[in-house]
């Protein structure tokens, strides 16, 4: 099992800027990882997924403004988070999963999720 901890988040001001931060117990070489968010009386959504070797995938609402990369020395995955708007304010969420080998936003295909950290933005 892998333990996930998240922090960065913040309170910043529309068209500002965060980089969370996602640290897990173990290594995380062979993991997928993902940053989730979920808004007030929203379904969690899936932001950004990084794979084994790097690939990035964004879900369009936040493509061109967040990017999502993983140190595999430091067992930490970021997200940058630039251009921020109002409707980005949500709680965020790593998650990682040991056995996916595609780009998922499916809440059920990862096993291990952190805490959250709140980011929000007026």
């Known amino acids: 099992d892998v333990q996930l901890v998240e922090s960065g988040g913040a309170s910043v001001q529309d068209g500002g800027s965060l980089r969370l931060s996602c640290a897990a117990s173990?290594?995380?070489?062979?993991?997928?990882m993902v940053w989730f968010r979920q808004a007030p009386g929203k379904e969690r959504e899936g932001v950004a997924h990084?794979?084994?070797?790097?690939?990035?995938t964004y879900t369009d609402a936040v493509k061109g403004r967040f990017t999502i990369a993983r140190d595999n020395a430091k067992n930490t995955v970021y997200l940058q988070m630039n251009s921020l708007k109002p409707e980005d304010t949500a709680v965020y969420y790593c998650a990682a999963d040991r056995w996916l080998w595609r780009a998922s936003f499916v809440k059920a295909d990862y096993s291990w999720w952190g805490q959250g950290t709140q980011v929000t933005v007026s």
């Open positions: 990084i794979g084994r070797y790097g690939e990035a």
């Open positions: 173990g290594v995380i070489n062979n993991y997928a």
